[in-house]
T-cell receptor, first 114, second 114 residues
């Protein structure tokens, strides 16, 4: 079974703190993704990565950065957390083998910024 | 540009009655389409996917969806709802033929009453 794990299920941070969200997948997938999920808005793509040290902006990258130093690990960084970044953050991975597009998701990190 | 519209934000059914969750899509290419389900406090799980093979797609837990190009629809159905089907459902479309990005609908929350 594909497994995508995220470092924390719940996180509470203060405004202005630097926040790291970690994601690890064990299926040797090339692609990794970070989304945020908000009620009524569905999932919105923040950043994605096709390969190690490679990243591309998604639809809402402002206020976020990412790091992918190893194939299995994709980190989301909030340089200076703000209250409007309170949300559920979901990590996903997918394979580039064939035309598939199916993404596998982690359980999510619910981040609260106070 | 590719997009999906989930026509109902909430659907309520009685246990044992049929389920219909509606999704329309817009795509410049022949799309790949997915339905994902998210149970409370759980990650997203793939229900089913359409990738230009059979237009009637069967998924897990008795769900199925039919790709109708003439109507640009990909509605999710189940003949008989079960209490365990209560969850949020997302209709998803691939962005294009040369990218692994997905676009998520805003979600439909399914309630099942005894």
């Amino acid at each position: 079974d594909v497994k995508v794990t995220q470092s924390s299920r719940y996180l509470v941070k203060r405004t202005g703190e630097k926040v790291f969200l970690e994601c690890v997948q064990d299926m040797d997938h090339e692609n990794m993704f970070w989304y945020r999920q908000d009620p009524g808005l569905g999932l919105r793509l923040i950043y994605f990565s096709y390969d190690v040290k490679m990243k591309e902006k998604g639809d809402i990258p402002e206020g976020y950065s990412v790091s992918r130093e190893k194939k299995e690990r994709f980190s989301l960084i909030l340089e200076s957390a703000s209250t409007n970044q309170t949300s559920m953050y979901l990590c996903a991975s997918s394979s580039r083998q064939g035309v598939n597009y199916e993404q596998y998701f982690g359980p999510g990190t619910r981040l609260t910024v106070t | 540009a590719q997009s999906v519209t989930q026509l109902d934000s909430h659907v309520s059914v009685s246990e044992g009655t049929p389920v219909l969750l509606r999704c329309n899509y817009s795509s410049s290419y022949s799309p790949s389409l997915f339905w994902y389900v998210q149970h409370p406090n759980k990650g997203l799980q793939l229900l089913l996917k359409y990738t230009s093979a059979a237009t009637l797609v069967k998924g897990i837990n008795g769900f199925e969806a039919e790709f109708k190009k003439s109507e640009t629809s990909f509605h999710l159905t189940k003949p008989s709802a079960h209490m365990s089907d209560a969850a949020e459902y997302f209709c998803v479309v691939s962005v294009g033929w040369n990218t692994d990005k997905l676009i998520f609908g805003t979600g439909t929350r399914l309630q099942v009453f005894p």
